[in-house]
Nanobody
Framework: QAQLMESGGASVQAGGSLRLSCATSGYRYIYMGWFRQAPGKEREGVAAIYVPDGTTRVADSVKGRFTTSQDTAKNFLYLQINDLKPEDTAMYYC????????????????????WGQGTQVTVSS
């Protein structure tokens, strides 16, 4: 049974940094991603990783501030967020999928079957 559990969310001041973690178990995933959803907005993908070789993608909207990485030995996925801005305030979700794919954005919700419960990030100015 797939389990994804996020942690590391907090209330921080603008300009600060956070590292979110996602503990994974259950399956050997091929793709993993980070999404966020602010109140009243659509869930958007911000970073993703191809687990077998660690290739990453970061959404243009957060490029330069967000990075994702993995610890395959410990089955953890991380999202490092630097220079936090109030517009980064959102619930952040970890997502995973076992299906091979050809093409795709890596940032579409339908590309991921398994989801965590989310961790809240609140940024004050």
């Amino acid at each position: 049974q797939a389990q994804l559990m996020e942690s590391g969310g907090a209330s921080v001041q603008a300009g600060g940094s956070l590292r979110l973690s996602c503990a994974t178990s259950g399956y050997r995933y091929i793709y993993m991603g980070w999404f966020r959803q602010a109140p009243g907005k659509e869930r958007e993908g911000v970073a993703a990783i191809y687990v077998p070789d660690g290739t990453t993608r970061v959404a243009d909207s957060v490029k330069g501030r967000f990075t994702t990485s993995q610890d395959t030995a410990k089955n953890f996925l991380y999202l490092q967020i630097n220079d936090l801005k109030p517009e980064d305030t959102a619930m952040y979700y970890c997502a995973a999928d076992r299906r091979p794919r050809y093409g795709g954005t890596w940032f579409t919700r339908s590309e991921y079957v398994y989801w965590g419960q989310g961790t809240q990030v609140t940024v004050s100015s």
